[in-house]
């Protein structure tokens, strides 16, 4: 298995390095990692190039000129399979995956999952968090998932197994089956959430994806801080809300 994790990043330079200590901190390192700068204003491609330096892990660093979550994740995605890649997990430059994410992606796929997703917990180590924000990420996440499987165009009879919320955050997906199913979609957050319209593509083409409770990765909380509960409801819902700034930093 020749394993790669993506991360697409997007003026994350005061962030980003959590990210990489959370990832050179796993318990399994079998992994090369890409990080793909989006456009970024800020020095998110100097942070990633000198915490290269200085690390033990494979980084290479590529960039995507057309902003988009989708678009990022999907130039990360072919360079890694470009690369030699048959095996691909993608989280984001907010996000810590917990010590053994990648071990428990890989038990995924030796399970016969062609797609794993997993959990998504709120982060403790940005700030301080008040108890509603500790139970609410879970509480949003379970809410659009639940509307993701009522949801009629999640409901076709082409689909070969039932919706699965799996958030980009934390998943993973055989580089065959990537291709296959055309990758994410070459867009930007406020147009279509990528990470749904990939399991969709993937419901047309085999059962063999699921979610897994062993697979956790801890995301901020900073868009629920900006757009209140009812707004990241309906900005997960289909993108109901759409506030002035999308990208909160």
């Known amino acids: 298995m020749d394993l790669w994790v993506v991360v697409p990043a ?11 200590r959370a990832l050179e901190a796993q318990d399994d390192r079998a992994f090369t990692l890409v990080v793909v700068d989006n456009m970024s204003t800020d020095a998110t491609a100097e942070v990633v190039a000198t915490y290269a330096a200085g ?17 990022a994740s999907d130039t990360g995605m072919r360079h890694a399979i470009a690369r030699g890649a ?5 989280t984001d430059a907010d996000c810590v995956p917990r010590r053994d994410w990648v071990r428990a992606m890989r038990r995924g796929f030796a399970d016969g999952l062609e797609m794993v997703g997993g959990l998504l917990r709120p ?25 993701g499987r009522v949801r009629p165009s999640n409901r076709d009879p082409a ?5 699965v919320m ?31 319209a ?25 868009r629920l801080r900006a757009y209140g509960l009812a707004g990241t409801l309906a900005w997960y819902a289909d993108h109901h809300y759409r506030p002035e700034v999308v990208d909160v930093r």
């Open 86 to 90: 048959t095996h691909l997990l993608r």
């Open 55 to 71: 690390s033990s892990m494979t980084i290479e660093l590529v960039r995507e000129p057309r902003k988009g979550t989708g678009a």
């Open 159 to 163: 689909y070969l197994g039932p919706y």
């Open 166 to 196: 799996m958030p980009g955050a934390t998943v993973g997906i055989t580089a065959e089956l990537y291709e296959r199913a055309g990758g994410f979609p070459r867009t930007a957050i406020e147009e279509t959430h990528e990470d749904r």
């Open 198 to 222: 990939l399991v969709n593509r993937v419901r047309a083409l085999t059962r063999a994806y699921g979610t897994r409770r062993d697979v956790v990765v801890y995301g901020s909380v900073r």
């Open 123 to 147: 982060r403790t180590d940005e700030f301080p968090l008040k108890f509603w924000e500790r139970r609410l990420l879970p509480f949003v996440v379970e809410v659009a998932a639940a509307f």
């Open 10 to 20: 997007y003026n994350e330079a005061k962030g980003i390095e959590a990210t990489l």
